[in-house]
C-alpha cells in the first residue's frame, strides 16, 4: 500500500483491530438472514509525510450510504458546540447577509440551522439521503454529492463561491484527501477562510482511544500531517485551537496560499512543537499502541464474563459506530451484552453490525434496570450520565472501557 497523500510505501503498521464490518452498517431484522461482509481493519503509519491511514478496502460509497444512520443533532452538547461556532464566526469575520457560508459534511442542518435565522446565505453539501433530507426539512439547502474538485468548480461559475467552508468531522472521512482539499482552495473567495474541525492524533494515542478507528475513517490526523497535505494543496492554515469535542480535536484555520492575507499566528507553531516534542515525527511514538488497545480489549471482555458469572446485567448506551469498533475487536456477542440503547428512531430495531447487538428504545432501561450501563460515546461522558442519573435509582452504575475500565 502507498500513502494516500504523498504516495510513499507503508510498511510499519500502527494498530491491527483484526476486521470487522463497517461500523454504520447496521443490520435490519430482514438481514438477519444475511451474510455480513468483514473487511481487515489495519492502520498504518506514513513515515514521509506522517498521515495515519487505514488500509484500502472500501470506497467511500460503499460507506456512506443513503440510508446513513448517524445524525448530528441527537447530542445536545454537540448542538451547544455549533451555535457557540457560528456566534464565534459571525463576530470574528463580520458576516452580514451578503457572505456565503457552506458547510461540507453539513450531516442533518445540526449547524447551518444556526446561520439561517441569523440571515446568512448558506448552503450544504451532504452525499447521504438520509441526513441530507432531515437538513432539507429543517428549511437548508442541501447539494446532495461528495465534495471534488469537480463539484468545486461547478458551483464557481453558478456564483457559489464561499466566503467561509466549515468542515467538521470530515476531513478523516475522505480516500482522496488530496482532492478533498483541493477542492477547498476551488471554492474559497480570495479572501476566504475554511475552518476544520478533526480528533487530535496525539489524543487518540495518549488515550488509547482505539474505538474511533473504523473504515469510515480512512486518516487519523496530527497537525503536521494536516499542514503537509494543506500546503500541497494551495491552503495554509494560519491558526488552531484545541477544542475538548470528540476525546480532543484541533480546529484549524486555513486560507488560500495563493491570496490569503491573514498573519499566521503563534498558536500554529505551538502546537506543531507540541507534536514534534512528544515525537509525532519519529516512528517510535507508534510502537506501543497495540498493546495498549490490546489491555483495554481484554480488560473489557473480563469484566463482562465477570458480570456474567456473578448474574449481574450489564446493558450499553449509544449505537455509536464506536461501540462496533470495540464490540468486534473483543468479540462481544449478546450473550454477554444482551442489547444497545439509543434515542435515534433510524437505528432503533436494527442490529449491531458484527456483533449483531439488538439496538432498542430507552425503555427497555427501566423495564430490564440492569446493574451496569456501559456508555459507549464515551466522548459526551457528561451528557450522557446526566441523562441517564435514572439508573442509580435501582443502584445502578456506569461502565466505560475507554481510555482504561472504569466503574462509577
Aim: proline residues 4%; aromatic residues 12%; contains cysteine.
Amino acid at each position: 500500500m502507498k500513502c494516500r497523500h504523498c504516495d510513499a510505501g507503508l510498511t510499519h503498521t500502527f494498530v491491527d483491530l483484526e476486521s470487522s464490518p463497517p461500523s454504520n452498517a447496521y443490520v435490519s431484522a430482514k438481514a438477519l438472514k444475511k451474510p455480513e461482509y468483514w473487511y481487515p481493519l489495519k492502520v498504518m503509519v506514513c513515515e514521509e509525510c506522517w498521515l495515519v491511514q487505514t488500509e484500502d478496502f472500501l470506497g467511500a460509497k460503499d460507506l456512506f450510504k443513503p440510508e446513513y444512520a448517524y445524525f448530528s443533532s441527537f447530542s445536545s452538547s454537540w448542538l451547544e458546540h455549533a451555535r457557540n461556532y457560528v456566534d464565534e464566526v459571525m463576530s470574528r469575520f463580520k458576516l452580514n447577509t451578503k457572505s456565503i457560508v457552506v458547510e461540507v459534511a453539513a450531516n442533518d442542518g445540526y449547524l447551518l440551522q444556526y446561520f439561517s435565522v441569523k440571515g446568512i446565505s448558506c448552503y450544504g453539501i451532504e452525499p447521504t439521503h438520509s441526513t441530507a433530507e432531515a437538513a432539507r426539512k429543517k428549511g437548508i439547502k442541501i447539494i446532495e454529492e461528495f465534495f471534488t474538485v469537480a463539484l468545486a468548480k461547478e458551483l464557481v461559475v453558478n456564483r457559489q463561491s464561499a466566503d467561509i467552508i466549515v468542515a467538521n468531522n470530515v476531513l478523516a472521512h475522505v480516500p482522496n484527501i488530496n482532492d478533498f482539499v483541493k477542492a477547498f482552495t476551488v471554492l474559497l473567495k480570495p479572501n476566504g477562510v475554511a475552518t476544520f474541525e478533526f480528533p487530535h492524533l496525539m489524543n487518540l494515542v495518549k488515550n488509547n482511544q482505539f474505538d474511533t478507528i473504523y473504515h469510515e475513517h480512512y486518516s487519523y490526523l496530527s497537525l503536521q500531517s494536516v499542514y503537509n497535505v494543506f500546503k500541497a494543496n494551495g491552503l495554509t492554515i494560519y491558526d488552531v485551537d484545541e477544542i475538548p469535542t470528540h476525546g480532543g480535536s484541533l480546529r484549524v484555520y486555513a486560507q488560500r496560499s495563493d491570496r490569503g492575507q491573514i498573519k499566521t499566528r503563534t498558536s500554529v507553531k505551538k502546537i506543531l512543537d507540541n507534536e514534534i516534542e512528544v515525537g509525532i515525527n519519529k516512528i517510535e511514538f507508534y510502537h506501543d499502541f497495540q498493546f495498549k488497545t490490546e489491555k483495554v480489549k481484554n480488560d473489557f471482555l473480563l469484566f463482562l464474563l465477570d458480570s456474567k458469572e456473578k448474574g449481574l446485567k450489564v446493558a450499553a448506551y449509544g449505537a455509536a459506530a464506536k461501540g462496533n469498533t470495540l464490540f468486534n475487536y473483543a468479540g462481544i456477542k449478546k450473550d454477554l451484552l444482551p442489547y444497545v440503547v439509543d434515542k435515534n428512531e433510524a437505528k432503533q430495531g436494527k442490529f449491531m453490525p458484527g456483533s449483531r447487538i439488538p439496538i432498542v428504545k430507552i425503555d427497555c432501561l427501566y423495564s430490564h434496570k440492569p446493574d451496569y450501563v456501559l456508555i459507549l460515546p464515551w466522548n459526551l461522558r457528561e451528557e450522557i450520565t446526566e441523562e441517564l442519573q435514572f439508573v442509580r435509582e435501582w443502584g445502578g452504575k456506569f461502565v466505560f472501557a475507554i481510555p482504561r475500565l472504569e466503574i462509577i
